[in-house]
């Protein structure tokens, strides 16, 4: 089965302004892409060259040899006819899909027409008459060539047969979904929303600035929460020209001038897919509240990404989300507000791996679900058109006919449209003007708040002349400072001189704790003559005597130890004193006078160490007899031990010094 799809389509190519139609022929080929590679039809692609988007996501451009693309030259859709019928007849298929407008040449095909929505019925305040005129035709027209239409919901198929009870068997439901490349899931949206300078959480509206689409709704729940005092963010993108309302988008943009919602809304413009992907995965909910829809794109996208949505109730939207999104009233701000502040703070921060990995498998189902209802419907038209009555043969003799008429419809249309953007233009400046005059009302009110300030500034100027004469006597004050500083400094080189003498000092106290070492060599030799003690015993009774003046000299022992607990708190009174000069940096003197102290102590100790050791030498001969007295010799010996220790180990300079 071959399948054709006409691309030289104002709906469909992209100039006329309506993305979505390009996203869902772009949709309904990846959902075929899904299938079975058995059950793939073959399809050829007519495009004009200046669309020079990639039909197929690059998950499935290695299956791609069932789609081929054919290019058809010109500049204009005016001017294809007689190049795009011979590509028609070079490339023949079975089944033309979707017919979206009025055909350019004859295609020998059995027709899948799509009709996106009746909203000239439900809303003809958004159309002119002649628009509506012109729609009510061409659905007619679509409703008479082709095998079936396409409708997106069961909400589109109810209007088919309400407005066209005769023709309403030829209705198919086609849900498309939506399809996004697996390669822009991958890591975080984070880099996009830094380079946009989106810095916290946000609400997204993706839609185009069109009236139906009721930004002003979402806009005024915004106020309402600003002045409740909630901070909430929301970005909005979306192609700002509106072809039936020029001025549209310049409201919008006054009203958010006019109520200080610049901060709150932020409004990106037309974004690249690659781009609004990302924002979209950084969502922290997506907002759709258009006043009317055949099957919204924007709600397929953030189911594919598993994203919270809040929606307006109509009942498309209910086909479409059932519980999988809150509602409220479209024409009410107020209900809108109160869903937001009432679930801002239950939201998700954001980007939600988790679900959206979840999303993406519901996505990837429902692509094939899709996928397998186009090929019936292709299937069915292919089998109808092999069994074609005479009326189908009268109608593809009349198409000439028609195709004659189309061109010329489409060269009024191309002059329509020119004007129409002239005139666009012109709103577009006709809109600007309530703008510039709210923005020479707040320069005027800038204007006088300056001049308050140029008043307070004049008073100021009287107290900066007093503030000069202050400082200029300031700088004297701190001149002198400066002078005391320099003085201090050279006092603090000459209480380095005297570190380095505390330095010198400790050196001779290491000399001197070498001679106690020796000392303490000379004391194990004594232990070694204790060998001799059988020998000694038998001058026990000469030593006696000697014994009884060692107790004499025990006494004068403790006398010393009192003498050193004395001479410990000097040093440690004078310890306190060193610290208060060194902090007062002004006595210097004291420190020198304080240095011959130490001296003089330095000196003490040598004397006390030479009477310790004299009384060593006596006391040897007695400690070797020590069988009689050895718990008192013990005692002497220990106090000894710790008088030598102190006298010793305390460095010169400490606070037990």
Request: with cysteine.
């Amino acid at each position: 089965m071959r399948v054709g799809i006409p691309l030289i389509q104002a709906d469909l190519s992209g100039t006329g302004g309506w993305i979505a139609g390009f996203y869902y022929v772009r949709n309904c080929l990846n959902a075929l892409a899904t299938l079975p590679e058995r059950s793939m039809p073959r399809v050829t692609v007519f495009r004009p060259p200046t669309l020079r988007e990639p039909l197929l996501l690059p998950e499935h451009a290695g299956r791609s040899a069932w789609v081929s693309e054919v290019v058809v030259p010109g500049e204009s859709l005016e001017r294809l006819g007689p190049a795009l019928q011979e590509l028609y007849d070079r490339h023949p298929c079975d089944v033309a899909f979707p017919i979206s407008s009025l055909p350019l040449a004859v295609m020998a095909a059995g027709a899948i027409g799509w009709i996106p929505d009746f909203q000239h019925r439900h809303h003809p305040e958004f159309f002119s008459e002649e628009e509506r005129r012109e729609r009510d035709q061409f659905q007619s027209y679509l409703l008479a060539h082709c095998k079936r239409i396409a409708c997106s919901s069961r909400s589109v198929l109810d209007d088919l047969r309400c407005f066209y009870p005769d023709l309403k068997a030829k209705g198919v439901v086609l849900r498309f979904t939506a399809s996004l490349p697996r390669q822009s899931l991958v890591g975080t949206p984070a880099p996009a929303l830094r380079a946009r300078g989106i810095d916290r959480r946000y609400a997204y509206l993706p839609n185009q600035f069109w009236v139906h689409k009721n930004h002003k709704t979402v806009f005024e729940a915004w106020r309402l929460l600003r002045d409740r005092g909630l901070e909430c963010r929301l970005v909005c993108s979306g192609e700002s020209h509106e072809h039936r309302f020029p001025g549209h988008f310049a409201e919008l943009q006054a009203f958010l001038e006019d109520n200080r919602l610049r901060d709150h809304v932020r409004i990106l413009g037309f974004l690249d897919r690659a781009e609004q992907i990302q924002i979209y995965r950084g969502a922290s909910v997506v907002l759709q509240p258009s006043l009317f829809e055949g099957w919204s794109t924007t709600i397929e996208e953030a189911k594919a990404l598993g994203k919270p949505l809040i929606v307006s109730d109509i009942p498309v939207h209910r086909e479409q989300c059932g519980a999988q999104a809150r509602y409220f009233r479209a024409d009410d701000p107020g209900e809108l507000a109160d869903l937001l502040q009432a679930g801002w703070s239950r939201l998700p921060e954001g980007y939600d791996p988790g679900a959206e990995a979840n999303a993406q498998g519901r996505a990837r189902r429902q692509a094939r679900r899709f996928g397998r209802e186009l090929l019936s419907a292709f299937e069915d038209v292919a089998g109808n058109r092999r069994r074609g009555t005479a009326a189908d043969a009268e109608k593809r003799l009349m198409l000439p006919l028609v195709i004659d008429l189309t061109r010329r419809l489409h060269a009024v249309e191309a002059d329509r449209r020119a004007r129409l953007e002239v005139i666009g233009h012109q709103g577009d400046e006709l809109g600007r003007i309530p703008r510039l005059e709210a923005e020479v009302g707040l320069l005027r009110r800038q204007l006088d708040e300056r001049l308050e300030v140029i008043e307070r500034q004049g008073a100021e100027l009287g107290r900066i002349a007093t503030l000069e004469a202050e400082i200029i006597f300031v700088r004297s004050q701190l001149d002198e400072r400066l002078e005391v500083i320099d003085r201090q400094a050279s006092e603090l080189g000459r209480i380095h001189g005297l570190e380095q003498d505390v330095a010198f000092l400790r050196k001779q106290l290491d000399e001197r704790q070498e001679v106690i070492g020796h000392q303490a060599a000379e004391l194990d030799r004594i232990r070694g003559l204790e060998a001799d003690s059988a020998f000694l015993r038998k001058q026990l009774d000469e030593r006696q005597e000697v014994i009884e003046r060692q107790a004499s000299e025990l006494g004068r022992i403790r006398g010393l130890e009192a003498d050193i607990a004395f001479l410990r708190k000097q040093l440690d009174e004078r310890q306190e004193v060193i610290e208060r000069q060194a902090a007062g940096l002004g006595r210097v003197a004291e420190l020198e006078a304080q240095r011959a102290g130490y001296l003089e102590s330095l000196r003490q100790r040598d004397r006390q160490l030479a009477e310790l050791s004299a009384l060593l030498e006596e006391a040897r001969p007695g400690t070797l007899l020590g069988l009689a007295w050895p718990a008192e010799v013990r005692r002497s010996r220990l106090v000894l031990d710790r008088a030598r220790a102190f006298l010793t180990e305390a460095p010169v300079g400490d606070a037990d010094a």
